[in-house]
């Protein structure tokens, strides 16, 4: 079987912020428009980001998985221009997308995301209740599954849930995937792990009970902003759960410059292979090649 590669990247935060309108900036908005004009635009460039897809198309990706974050306040305003930029990426059989807790910000605009972004989160199998999540794609040999984390929080909170109807939804798809030979990817905005109690998934130890009974062969997730490999306990061996920065960002603090990672998929069941590539910004401001590693 041929390779298939799959880039994963995160965390846009789509610049520029679109002026709001003075009655947007009630509640949690009003700290997050601070956050953003004090100290996020100095960082999140949309030149960086441009480049570091163009370098994506440049590698020919089998299918690209973007984990959320695509936007920042969650206004009206912000979902045509994401869109827009979505389309630039790749058509919506060829790019998944999943919510980060940016696109659901507040409870007002938190259906927009779907609405605007409808066809890159369309499933190849049934979903049950008439929820959104988990979505299930197809794509070669793998197997993506999406699942949302995104709900609205109180200002100054980032925390994550999957809810007790989208865990039990999660049980049944892995239950039907477990004996396929497929590559499956769980696609997620929140880690699965985290020392933040203000960004952390609430859920997360129903989410790795999940994971130890059924296991997948790849998580990855954003959020975070910086690069980060953990193991997850599986039913057959431990699973590698990988974060990518900010695909818009300038180096800043303990923050990496944009990056994205590759993934090369060969093999069947049990005797899959995968390589990660991480590609990003360097101290030249250019897209390299940065590291290669063996992952299975």
């Given at each position: 079987m041929a390779a298939f590669t799959l880039a994963h990247l995160s965390d846009p935060h789509l610049p520029p912020l679109p002026a709001p309108r003075l009655f947007d900036l009630a509640g949690k908005r009003a700290f997050g428009y601070m956050n953003w004009t004090r100290n996020r635009h100095k960082f999140h460039r949309r030149s960086v980001l441009d480049q570091l897809v163009a370098d994506i198309q440049a590698q020919a990706p089998d299918h690209i998985a973007i984990t959320g974050d695509l936007v920042n306040l969650a206004l009206e305003a912000e979902f045509a221009p994401a869109r827009a930029w979505l389309e630039s990426v790749g058509a919506a059989d060829r790019v998944t997308v999943i919510p980060g807790n940016h696109d659901t910000y507040v409870r007002v605009t938190r259906h927009r995301f779907a609405e605007a972004f409808g066809n890159y989160l369309s499933s190849d199998v049934a979903r049950s209740g008439g929820s959104l999540?988990?979505?299930?794609?197809?794509?070669?040999?793998?197997?993506?599954?999406?699942?949302?984390?995104?709900?609205?929080?109180?200002?100054?909170?980032?925390?994550?849930?999957?809810?007790?109807?989208?865990?039990?939804?999660?049980?049944?798809?892995?239950?039907?995937?477990?004996?396929?030979?497929?590559?499956?990817?769980?696609?997620?905005?929140?880690?699965?792990?985290?020392?933040?109690?203000?960004?952390?998934?609430?859920?997360?130890?129903?989410?790795?009970?999940?994971?130890?009974?059924?296991?997948?062969?790849?998580?990855?997730?954003?959020?975070?902003?910086?690069?980060?490999?953990?193991?997850?306990?599986?039913?057959?061996?431990?699973?590698?759960?990988?974060?990518?920065?900010?695909?818009?960002?300038?180096?800043?603090?303990?923050?990496?410059?944009?990056?994205?990672?590759?993934?090369?998929?060969?093999?069947?069941?049990?005797?899959?292979?995968?390589?990660?590539?991480?590609?990003?910004?360097?101290?030249?401001?250019?897209?390299?090649?940065?590291?290669?590693?063996?992952?299975?």
């Open positions: 999540f988990p979505l299930v794609r197809r794509r070669g040999p793998l197997v993506l599954i999406g699942v949302s984390s995104a709900v609205p929080t109180p200002p100054l909170m980032a925390t994550g849930r999957l809810g007790p109807s989208q865990l039990e939804a999660l049980d049944r798809v892995l239950a039907a995937l477990a004996g396929e030979p497929a590559f499956r990817v769980l696609l997620i905005h929140h880690p699965l792990r985290s020392n933040s109690r203000v960004k952390r998934l609430t859920d997360s130890f129903e989410l790795l009970a999940l994971l130890r009974q059924y296991g997948v062969e790849l998580i990855l997730h954003g959020h975070d902003h910086v690069h980060s490999t953990i193991w997850i306990d599986g039913p057959k061996g431990a699973i590698p759960a990988i974060g990518v920065p900010s695909a818009s960002a300038l180096a800043h603090g303990r923050y990496p410059a944009a990056a994205y990672n590759m993934f090369e998929v060969e093999g069947e069941g049990a005797a899959w292979r995968c390589t990660q590539t991480v590609r990003g910004i360097d101290d030249s401001s250019r897209v390299q090649q940065l590291q290669t590693m063996r992952l299975l």
